[in-house]
């Protein structure tokens, strides 16, 4: 008995062969190779998580850090779940160098896994809470010294008890601000190294000056210290720094990364029947892989063993779980329910669906919109900008007559108060959040703009046939036919490979022609069933003309087939029916104020009873793509911006000329990759909701560079006036970017 036979006959697993796991060094990392994925014969490409990025400032040193290394073709970080892709010129530059890159650059870099990057994200959480305790702790200690030494400087208290006051508050305050300040003073010396800035240079600035000036003030043992000022203001920093992160781990949940869905590992059977689970990237097209129950499948492939129903809503958008069994195709990233499962793969680390939808929303997400590189440059010009000014206001106090430690605390302030991190995650936190709500409603965007240009569009155009109808014909008024008359022609049909027949055979249920079923190219299929003779095909085939004459004259949209036997006959409509919320959606969309125009290379007649159907107005048929495209110009010239649905051949070139453009999965390739986004499922309601979530998108994108930039508009003259403390700065900087933040969670709904 095979290892495999034995899982599925239910007997014990054979002993499993171990092998490397993603993680960070520490894990067990030694072979980056197995995580390497090559894009063509020139170029590779890894996904690398990375410790250390903190803000919006760190984007850029790694990107342009990487992009100096001699091979490297691209490098993009995601804030959100700190990642970046770096993209490599084979024999040029490796994975290894990439990552000793990183290192210098004062990156700790590792293989991508969302469940390693989740853990780490956890341990980051507790060591801020463990820096955030210790600061609290040093806090209070020290306000309780700092009590006593004001009420004294106002009473009786002695030089000497005021210096042992201050001393003791030293000793309180040095180690807690060097163990508590480690998640600033880190990121800090790393930019630094680099020879780059970051915001926790100027917070560790902040925190370093105000220790070290009460030190020297406790040294020339002057009235006042600001022992208590300087762990005040780090405990606030650590505060608005674990509420960041919160945030960001509650973005990264709401925008459901796809990342999650995927299984790093699979269990591959080897040639001696012993499984051995490997990573997916040394899993190749022809391999055979173990999928127990109740495990997400990781790779495209069919079923070669076992039974088992897989929940398949990510690639059909149906929520009712599909059976499994040998000959069944299966996608990466579908659960696998109840049954052990044998599968010949046929895509794995790459190629596969889910890779694919992985793309796209890491497209939509990593992109450079418009808005984007807008706060992408205000943040990066903003580090120098705030070293600039907190020198000025410190020579300029100093101008005005001010003591050094006056003009000193003021320009900690402004270190502390203006920082870019709100301008950073203003577009950002609203792609991943936006980007996740249109995956949950059957959108995938496959362009960066695509999010902004959809919230710019007022005209709908729709092309007909497998867009506002179903991709599949129908029969059209199944209950009216006499059922034994549907069984026989449903037993015709079965024999037949034209699509209106197999339409006929899934409406009949048939799944088995007659022995003896005949086909006659461009006529019917003919067979003796019952001892009479039987034949589906062309009216004239049949002999049911007046019969295809009236059926015709009921559905002129419709294709008709025809049934004889013996001395019966049937027609039967077949057509491809409006999808179910057709007419729903058409009728909200023209509320919410959108044109819409049907444009179909169908028949007029056909073309115009869908219009009729669905409400619409204004329709053309019998359109070549160039109709189609002079069409669209005529509406561009005229102002509007056209948001084009399609998805056949003939609708590629129009998808590409419109200003955004939409396609259903079912759409042929060429038409998925000239369109900007593609909708999942039989319905139209993904249309609908890809506009609203875009509209209110691009809202919350525009008020948070608002909220970003008027905060730092009032913050910095504020600042520099010397009308805030360090502590009530902290407060500022951190509440700034939490605020943002949550703002940018309102995308995850939308409505027209």
Same mark, same amino acid.
């Given at each position: 008995?095979?290892?495999?036979?034995?899982?599925?006959?239910?007997?014990?697993?054979?002993?499993?062969?171990?092998?490397?796991?993603?993680?960070?060094?520490?894990?067990?990392?030694?072979?980056?190779?197995?995580?390497?994925?090559?894009?063509?014969?020139?170029?590779?490409?890894?996904?690398?998580?990375?410790?250390?990025?903190?803000?919006?400032?760190?984007?850029?040193?790694?990107?342009?850090?990487?992009?100096?290394?001699?091979?490297?073709?691209?490098?993009?970080?995601?804030?959100?779940?700190?990642?970046?892709?770096?993209?490599?010129?084979?024999?040029?530059?490796?994975?290894?160098?990439?990552?000793?890159?990183?290192?210098?650059?004062?990156?700790?870099?590792?293989?991508?896994?969302?469940?390693?990057?989740?853990?780490?994200?956890?341990?980051?959480?507790?060591?801020?809470?463990?820096?955030?305790?210790?600061?609290?702790?040093?806090?209070?200690?020290?306000?309780?010294?700092?009590?006593?030494?004001?009420?004294?400087?106002?009473?009786?208290?002695?030089?000497?008890?005021?210096?042992?006051?201050?001393?003791?508050?030293?000793?309180?305050?040095?180690?807690?601000?060097?163990?508590?300040?480690?998640?600033?003073?880190? &990121?800090?010396?790393?930019?630094?190294?680099?020879?780059?800035?970051?915001?926790?240079?100027?917070?560790?600035?902040?925190?370093?000056?105000?220790?070290?000036?009460?030190?020297?003030?406790?040294?020339?043992?002057?009235?006042?210290?600001?022992?208590?000022?300087?762990?005040?203001?780090?405990?606030?920093?650590?505060?608005?720094?674990?509420?960041?992160?919160?945030?960001?781990?509650?973005?990264?949940?709401?925008?459901?990364?796809?990342?999650?869905?995927?299984?790093?590992?699979?269990?591959?059977?080897?040639?001696?029947?012993?499984?051995?689970?490997?990573?997916?990237?040394?899993?190749?097209?022809?391999?055979?892989?173990?999928?127990?129950?109740?495990?997400?499948?990781?790779?495209?492939?069919?079923?070669?063993?076992?039974?088992?129903?897989?929940?398949?809503?990510?690639?059909?958008?149906?929520?009712?779980?599909?059976?499994?069994?040998?000959?069944?195709?299966?996608?990466?990233?579908?659960?696998?329910? &109840?049954?052990?499962?044998?599968?010949?793969?046929?895509?794995?680390?790459?190629?596969?669906?889910?890779?694919?939808?992985?793309?796209?929303?890491?497209?939509?997400?990593? &992109?450079?919109? /418009?808005?984007?590189?807008?706060?992408?440059?205000?943040?990066?010009?903003?580090?120098?900008?705030?070293?600039?000014?907190?020198?000025?206001?410190?020579?300029?106090?100093?101008?005005?007559?001010?003591?050094?430690?006056?003009?000193?605390?003021?320009?900690?302030?402004?270190?502390?108060?203006?920082?870019?991190?709100?301008?950073?995650?203003?577009?950002?936190?609203?792609?991943?959040?936006?980007?996740? /709500?249109?995956?949950?409603?059957?959108?995938?965007?496959?362009?960066?703009?695509?999010?902004?240009?959809?919230?710019?569009?007022?005209?709908?155009?729709?092309?007909?046939?497998?867009?506002?109808?179903?991709?599949?014909?129908?029969?059209?008024?199944?209950?009216?036919?006499?059922?034994?008359?549907?069984?026989?022609?449903?037993?015709?049909?079965?024999?037949?490979?034209?699509?209106?027949?197999?339409?006929?055979?899934?409406?009949?249920?048939?799944?088995?022609?007659?022995?003896?079923?005949?086909?006659?190219?461009?006529?019917?299929?003919?067979?003796?069933?019952?001892?009479?003779?039987?034949?589906?095909?062309?009216?004239?085939?049949?002999?049911?003309?007046?019969?295809?004459?009236?059926?015709?004259?009921?559905?002129?949209?419709?294709?008709?087939?025809?049934?004889?036997?013996?001395?019966?006959?049937?027609?039967?409509?077949?057509?491809?029916?409006?999808?179910?919320?057709?007419?729903?959606?058409?009728?909200?969309?023209?509320?919410?104020?959108?044109?819409?125009?049907?444009?179909?290379?169908?028949?007029?007649?056909?073309?115009?009873?869908?219009?009729?159907?669905?409400?619409?107005?204004?329709?053309?048929?019998?359109?070549?793509?160039?109709?189609?495209?002079?069409?669209?110009?005529?509406?561009?010239?005229?102002?509007?911006?056209?948001?084009?649905?399609?998805?056949?051949?003939?609708?590629?070139?129009?998808?590409?000329?419109?200003?955004?453009?939409?396609?259903?999965?079912?759409?042929?390739?060429?038409?998925?990759?000239?369109?900007? /986004?593609?909708?999942?499922?039989?319905?139209?309601?993904?249309?609908?909701?890809?506009?609203?979530?875009?509209?209110?998108?691009?809202?919350?994108?525009?008020?948070?560079?608002?909220?970003?930039?008027?905060?730092? /508009?009032?913050?910095?003259?504020?600042?520099?006036?010397?009308?805030?403390?360090?502590?009530?700065?902290?407060?500022?900087?951190?509440?700034? &970017?939490?605020?943002?933040?949550?703002?940018?969670?309102?995308?995850?709904?939308?409505?027209?």
């Amino acid at each position: 008995m095979t290892a495999t036979t034995a899982i599925l006959a239910g007997t014990a697993l054979p002993r499993t062969v171990p092998a490397p796991v993603a993680g960070p060094p520490a894990d067990g990392v030694t072979d980056l190779g197995l995580f390497v994925q090559p894009l063509d014969e020139e170029t590779c490409r890894i996904d690398l998580a990375v410790d250390g990025i903190t803000c919006a400032a760190c984007m850029p040193i790694i990107e342009r850090g990487l992009a100096a290394e001699p091979g490297i073709a691209g490098a993009r970080v995601n804030l959100t779940n700190r990642r970046v892709t770096v993209d490599w010129r084979t024999g040029e530059t490796g994975p290894q160098a990439i990552v000793d890159r990183l290192a210098r650059l004062g990156f700790r870099a590792y293989p991508f896994d969302p469940k390693l990057a989740e853990s780490a994200e956890a341990r980051e959480a507790a060591f801020l809470l463990k820096c955030l305790g210790v600061a609290g702790f040093a806090m209070m200690n020290i306000m309780l010294l700092s009590v006593s030494v004001w009420s004294g400087n106002v009473t009786d208290i002695t030089p000497e008890q005021r210096d042992f006051f201050h001393w003791l508050s030293a000793l309180i305050a040095v180690p807690a601000v060097a163990y508590a300040g480690r998640p600033f003073f880190r &990121s800090a010396w790393h930019a630094l190294a680099a020879r780059e800035l970051n915001m926790d240079v100027p917070i560790s600035l902040g925190v370093l000056l105000a220790v070290g000036m009460s030190l020297a003030e406790t040294w020339r043992s002057a009235t006042h210290a600001y022992f208590d000022s300087a762990v005040m203001l780090l405990f606030f920093l650590l505060i608005g720094r674990y509420l960041e992160q919160l945030m960001r781990r509650k973005t990264r949940a709401v925008a459901t990364n796809i990342a999650a869905l995927k299984a790093e590992m699979a269990l591959k059977r080897l040639d001696d029947g012993t499984l051995r689970q490997v990573p997916i990237a040394a899993i190749a097209a022809g391999d055979t892989v173990l999928v127990r129950p109740g495990e997400r499948i990781s790779v495209d492939g069919t079923v070669i063993e076992g039974q088992s129903t897989i929940d398949q809503s990510l690639v059909t958008g149906e929520t009712l779980p599909a059976a499994a069994g040998p000959g069944s195709a299966v996608y990466a990233g579908t659960l696998n329910t &109840s049954g052990t499962l044998v599968l010949k793969v046929s895509a794995a680390a790459r190629g596969t669906l889910l890779d694919e939808v992985s793309r796209l929303i890491e497209t939509a997400v990593e &992109s450079r919109t /418009a808005y984007r590189q807008l706060a992408d440059r205000a943040a990066r010009l903003y580090s120098p900008f705030v070293h600039v000014t907190a020198l000025a206001t410190f020579a300029g106090w100093l101008l005005v007559g001010a003591e050094w430690q006056h003009a000193l605390i003021v320009a900690i302030t402004v270190l502390i108060i203006t920082c870019p991190c709100a301008l950073g995650l203003a577009i950002p936190a609203v792609q991943v959040v936006a980007s996740g /709500a249109l995956f949950r409603a059957n959108v995938l965007l496959q362009s960066g703009d695509a999010l902004e240009r959809l919230a710019e569009a007022d005209t709908i155009v729709f092309d007909k046939t497998g867009t506002l109808t179903l991709p599949e014909p129908a029969l059209a008024d199944a209950g009216t036919i006499e059922p034994e008359l549907l069984a026989v022609a449903g037993r015709l049909a079965a024999a037949s490979h034209h699509p209106l027949a197999m339409a006929l055979a899934r409406a009949a249920g048939a799944d088995a022609a007659p022995v003896e079923a005949k086909e006659e190219p461009g006529r019917g299929v003919t067979a003796v069933i019952d001892g009479a003779r039987a034949r589906l095909g062309s009216a004239a085939f049949c002999g049911a003309e007046a019969e295809a004459q009236a059926v015709a004259a009921r559905h002129p949209d419709a294709s008709i087939l025809c049934l004889g036997w013996g001395e019966r006959r049937q027609a039967f409509a077949i057509r491809q029916a409006l999808r179910p919320d057709a007419r729903d959606i058409v009728e909200t969309l023209g509320r919410a104020g959108y044109r819409i125009e049907i444009l179909s290379g169908d028949r007029p007649a056909a073309v115009a009873t869908v219009a009729a159907a669905l409400g619409i107005a204004a329709f053309a048929g019998g359109l070549k793509p160039a109709d189609k495209i002079a069409r669209l110009e005529a509406l561009k010239a005229a102002g509007r911006k056209v948001l084009m649905v399609g998805d056949g051949l003939n609708d590629a070139p129009a998808l590409a000329a419109a200003h955004v453009s939409i396609s259903p999965i079912t759409a042929v390739h060429l038409a998925q990759a000239a369109a900007d /986004a593609i909708f999942l499922g039989d319905r139209l309601a993904p249309v609908a909701q890809a506009l609203a979530l875009s509209r209110k998108a691009r809202r919350l994108m525009t008020g948070n560079l608002w909220l970003a930039v008027i905060y730092n /508009a009032l913050a910095v003259p504020i600042a520099v006036a010397g009308w805030v403390t360090p502590l009530i700065a902290a407060l500022a900087m951190s509440g700034s &970017s939490v605020i943002v933040t949550a703002n940018a969670l309102r995308a995850r709904t939308g409505r027209l």
